[in-house]
């Protein structure tokens, strides 16, 4: 019964998981999705599309989801010895 945030790294969150993710991203205890995007803003755009697909309210969707500005690309990973 507390508020939670998601954080998502490294998940398409394509449709096909649409079941799981809607009743997730839309559940009222929801606070904040936020998004670690792979390098750059074109990542993150692509990655607010598809959690955009899982939501009916799109006004929740959109106080929901942290703003770019806000959110870090995801750390990589450089084996490079």
Known sequence: QDE??????????GLSDRTMLSTIFEHKFCKSIKIFYYKDYNDYRN????????????AAMRDKI???????????YNDKN
């Open 47 to 58: 990655k607010t599309y598809e959690i955009s697909r899982h939501f009916n309210d799109k």
């Open 66 to 76: 942290v703003p770019f500005p806000k959110c870090v690309p995801m750390p990589q």
């Open 4 to 13: 939670f945030e998601i954080f998502t790294m490294g998940h398409s969150c």
